[in-house]
């Protein structure tokens, strides 16, 4: 069973950047589509971002320009660089397989507030 750790989230001003990794355990990672989620106060986890075992990415609407994901399997990582962050893009963010089908790490806190 892979399990993840996120980190790099944090407070942000509006327009700011920020750049989350997700740990990934287990040595079957590589194979496995990979995506991040948000879920915003009062609100469903929502996918943002996906990548394939191959690289091909995938973005919500709202995110798109904005954010991009990005796995290096050698590390068992995937990442997402957010940039030209907003308010709305306050949530706690997840990764997990795309679709999820393994348990939720703890996610990482992003606050975009002035």
């Known amino acids: 069973q892979v399990q993840f750790v996120e980190s790099g989230g944090g407070l942000v001003q509006p327009g700011g950047s920020l750049r989350l990794s997700c740990a990934a355990s287990g040595s079957m990672f590589s194979i496995y589509a990979m995506g991040w989620y948000r879920q915003a106060p009062g609100k469903q986890r929502e996918l943002v971002a996906a990548?394939?075992?191959?690289?091909?990415?995938n973005y919500v609407d709202s995110v798109k320009g904005r954010f991009t994901i990005s796995r290096d399997n050698l590390k068992n990582t995937v990442y997402l660089q957010m940039s030209s962050l907003k308010p709305e893009d306050t949530a706690v963010y997840f990764c997990?397989?795309?679709?999820?089908?393994?348990?939720w790490g703890q996610g990482t806190q992003v606050t975009v507030s002035s």
């Open positions: 997990n397989a795309n679709p999820p089908s393994m348990g």
């Open positions: 990548i394939t075992s191959g690289g091909n990415t």
